[in-house]
């Protein structure tokens, strides 16, 4: 099924490509998904066949996507999993006045392949999680840790879950072809020093929430 968005490329260089990932399009090859995903499309609209991601984002989730050729990956990988990157996302959710924001939740959270949604359990935290208000519903998010779907996670315990969010808290059936009401989470901005160059780098999405 075809995501009929487009993949805007807001860096390019000999090494790293960064682009602007809409809602709906998967990251890299799975399943169902090969063609329709933002790695294939880069692949061949580039002509960089060996473009791999170097993290990345949930099918759901918008913004910054981060690419490089084989050669690098493994330097900017392991920038990202030593948590050398400052990720800053932008979501819509509801108001919950009894919060006191900003706060840090950290919990410890678990992915099985057998389960849709990730899930919270006792023991020793390995997320976190730093939560703004911006106003009107709008939070800035800040997260420490990788864990998967860790923000939406976060944000569904804090009882403000996020606005279209067909997972958290309950699993809502939505069809494939449904491109109407997009998850309100958006990767908005990466910044680190590049382990190539050296350069502060900072990448901003050119996206914006409904």
Do not use: C
Request: net charge positive; glycine share 6%.
């Amino acid at each position: 099924m075809p995501v009929p968005f487009d993949v805007p490329v807001l860096y390019r260089d000999d090494d790293i490509v960064v682009v602007d990932k809409p809602h709906f399009l998967v990251t890299m090859p799975r399943g169902r998904h090969v063609a329709q995903t933002a790695t294939v499309r880069l692949r061949r609209s580039l002509e960089l066949p060996e473009l791999s991601p170097a993290h990345r984002l949930d099918r759901l989730t918008a913004g910054v996507l981060f690419t490089a050729r084989r050669e690098v990956r493994g330097k900017y990988q392991t920038l990202l999993a030593r948590g050398n990157v400052r990720k800053t996302y932008l979501a819509r959710a509801g108001v919950d006045a009894s919060l006191d924001l900003p706060l840090t939740v950290r919990s410890r959270i678990i992915k099985q392949r057998s389960r849709l949604q990730a899930f919270e359990e006792p023991g020793e935290p390995n997320a976190e999680t730093l939560v703004g208000h911006l106003g009107d519903g709008l939070y800035r998010l800040t997260p420490r840790t990788g864990r998967t779907h860790q923000l939406r996670v976060h944000m569904a315990s804090q009882g403000v879950p996020l606005i279209n969010d067909p997972l958290y808290p309950n699993v809502i059936d939505v069809a494939p072809d449904d491109f109407s009401w997009p998850p309100q989470l958006l990767a908005q901005r990466l910044e680190f020093d590049d382990p190539v160059t050296g350069e502060r780098r900072v990448f901003t999405s050119g996206r914006a929430l409904a």
